[in-house]
């Protein structure tokens, strides 16, 4: 089982970054029900792992929070660019409910993740470079806000892959604590 623990997008996020999916050449944009932030890619796991991992998250203890995605950027870049994505604002609650997530999954006994966590929604994946359009498409969606919404939960993702590309399942949904909870 391929496994990603991440945040979900309220729908209404979701509408506002798919409609930013046109007018790039060789661009293969994420589909709508597939936007998330990812957390910890976790990767290929049996079924005692997943359930020790399931454990260690279930004992995470962070408050909830507002999250606000700005601007876009990508991955790589000419014959190297792997990723168009929307950026997320410094937010102190998601670094931490990150980290606590780093733990868990070292604590489950899965190895510990090498790269700095870069908080972002991937939009699109490139098989090849888009050309000058890219420029153009970055400049003219520079000054792009959306939210703040509520972070109020994460998931534990499943990950197939099809056809069609990827199919992602909610697997196991952790609540943080209210914003604002006594």
Do not use: C
Request: aromatic share 8%; hydrophobic share 40%; proline share 6%.
């Amino acid at each position: 089982m391929r496994l990603f623990v991440a945040l979900s997008l309220p729908e209404e996020v979701r509408e506002g970054l798919g409609m930013l999916g046109t007018g790039l050449p060789g661009a293969r944009w994420v589909a709508e029900d597939n936007l998330h932030l990812t957390l910890r890619f976790v990767g290929d796991v049996d079924g005692a792992q997943a359930r020790d991992l399931d454990d260690t998250l279930s004992a995470i203890d962070a408050p909830g929070f507002e999250l606000t995605l700005q601007g876009l950027a990508t991955f790589g870049d000419g014959m190297k660019l792997r990723s168009l994505y929307a950026g997320v604002a410094p937010n102190p609650a998601l670094t931490h409910l990150q980290a606590k997530v780093e733990s868990a999954v070292v604590r489950a006994g899965l190895p510990a993740e090498r790269r700095k966590f870069k908080p972002h929604v991937t939009l699109a994946r490139f098989k090849g470079d888009p050309g000058p359009k890219l420029g153009l498409y970055l400049k003219d969606h520079s000054l792009l806000r959306i939210g703040p919404f509520t972070a109020d939960h994460f998931v534990l993702y499943s990950s197939r892959l099809g056809a069609e590309g990827p199919h992602y399942t909610e697997e196991v949904t952790y609540d943080l604590e209210r914003v604002g909870a006594f």
